[in-house]
């Protein structure tokens, strides 16, 4: 079982990246799957997640209309669209799945998640 997130970089404020996380030995059309990120030295928090059953979506308030999560299931992977970029949404961006869990829409609890990814850097800097 593994998470497997690309995309991240260096942009410049304002501008644009898609993340992508691809599952293997197992199915990302069950359960949820959320990204969360964490800054230096700050906690790691829930970003976005989309559950697979009926396709609700979560987005913590300081992405909501920037980001967007959407699946693939025929490439089993998860994306995350990011626009208009701002300097704090520097972090390590990781995504995170589980097949027993439904994100409410207090957003997804790091705890309940079974299966991570490595981590992907995102820096917004001029």
């Known amino acids: 079982v593994q998470l497997v997130e690309s995309g991240g970089g260096l942009v410049q404020p304002g501008g644009s990246l898609r993340l992508s996380c691809t599952a293997s030995g197992f199915t990302l059309v069950y359960g949820a799957i959320s990204w969360f990120r964490q800054a230096p030295g700050k906690e790691r928090e829930g970003v976005s997640c989309?559950?697979?059953?009926?396709?609700?979506?979560y987005y913590r308030d300081s992405v909501k209309g920037r980001f967007t999560i959407s699946r693939d299931n025929a490439k089993n992977t998860v994306y995350l669209q990011m626009s208009s970029l701002k300097p704090e949404d520097t972090a390590v961006y990781y995504c995170?799945?589980?097949?027993?869990?439904?994100?409410?829409?207090?957003?997804?609890?790091?705890?309940?998640?079974?299966?991570w990814g490595q981590g992907t850097q995102v820096t917004v800097s001029s």
């Open positions: 995170a799945a589980d097949n027993d869990y439904y994100c409410s829409d207090y957003g997804p609890e790091a705890a309940d998640l079974g299966s």
């Open positions: 989309i559950n697979t059953s009926d396709g609700s979506t």
